[in-house]
C-alpha cells in the first residue's frame, strides 16, 4: 500500500484531511462525535483521555476503502477471517483500521490499537478502553436522530462500562439485528454474562 498522503503530524488534522481528501464527508462527522463522546467516557471512569480521543479519531479510517479492498488488504497482511467477515468484509473495517493506524499514522500504543481494532464486535476481556470506544461507537451512531437504545446506555453507564456493553450485545441478540456473528461479539456476551453474574451474587 501507498502512503496516503504526507502528513502533518497532527492526528486530528491529518484524519479530517485524510477524509476530507477521501470526500468521507459522513464518516469525518461521525469519528468527531465518536472522539468527542469517547473523551466524555474517559472524564466519566477516570481514564486516559488521550487514548480514548486517538482511537476514536482512526476507528473508521479504513473508510477510505471499500469491503473489496479491506479484504485483499487481509489476505495481503496474511489475518486469518472470521466466517462472518467473509461473508461480509465490511465487519473487517475495524482490523484494517489497525493495519492504517500503524501504517500512515504511525500510532503504536497497544491501548489505542486494541480499541480500533474491536469497537465494532467487542472482544473477550476487553479493556476500559475497548469498551468506552466500542460504546461512544454506538451512543454517536452514524445514522440520523439518536439510538433507540440511547436511554438504555445512559443509563447503564451510571452502573458500569460492563453493563452498558453486555446489555447492548444482549438488545442485539435478542432482536436478532446480529445476522452472522463474529467470533469475537460471541466471546464478549460470553465473557461479560459471566461478569454480570457473578456481580448479581
Known amino acids: 500500500m501507498k502512503k496516503i498522503e504526507e502528513l502533518s503530524g497532527c492526528l486530528e488534522q ?7 481528501r477521501y470526500h468521507k464527508e459522513k464518516t469525518k462527522e461521525h469519528v468527531f462525535q465518536v472522539a468527542k463522546k469517547s473523551v466524555a467516557l474517559a472524564r466519566q471512569f ?4 488521550r487514548i480514548c480521543f486517538e482511537a476514536a479519531l482512526l476507528h473508521d479510517i479504513s473508510a477510505i476503502v471499500s469491503p473489496l479492498e479491506m479484504l485483499e488488504i487481509a489476505n495481503e ?10 461473508k461480509y468484509p465490511f465487519l ?6 489497525v493495519i492504517f493506524a500503524k501504517e500512515f499514522f504511525n500510532i503504536d500504543d497497544e491501548d489505542v490499537l486494541s480499541a480500533i481494532g474491536c469497537h465494532t464486535t467487542l472482544k473477550a476481556h476487553p479493556s476500559v478502553y475497548d469498551m468506552i470506544v466500542f460504546l461512544a ?3 454517536a451512531w452514524d445514522q440520523q436522530g439518536e439510538p433507540p437504545y440511547l436511554a438504555m446506555l445512559e443509563k ?5 462500562l460492563q453493563k452498558a456493553c453486555f446489555d447492548f450485545i444482549d438488545m442485539q441478540w435478542k432482536e436478532g439485528r446480529l445476522l452472522y ?5 460471541k466471546e464478549a456476551y460470553a465473557d461479560l454474562q459471566e461478569y454480570m453474574n457473578h456481580c448479581s451474587e
Open 156 to 160: 447503564d453507564l451510571e452502573i458500569s
Open 77 to 86: 497482511y496474511g489475518l486469518l477471517l472470521d466466517p462472518a467477515e467473509k
Open 137 to 139: 461507537d454506538k451512543i
Open 181 to 185: 456473528p463474529h467470533q469475537w461479539i
Open 46 to 49: 477516570h481514564v486516559d483521555e
Open 92 to 97: 473487517l473495517h475495524q482490523r484494517i483500521s
Open 14 to 20: 491529518d484524519v479530517s484531511i485524510v477524509l476530507d
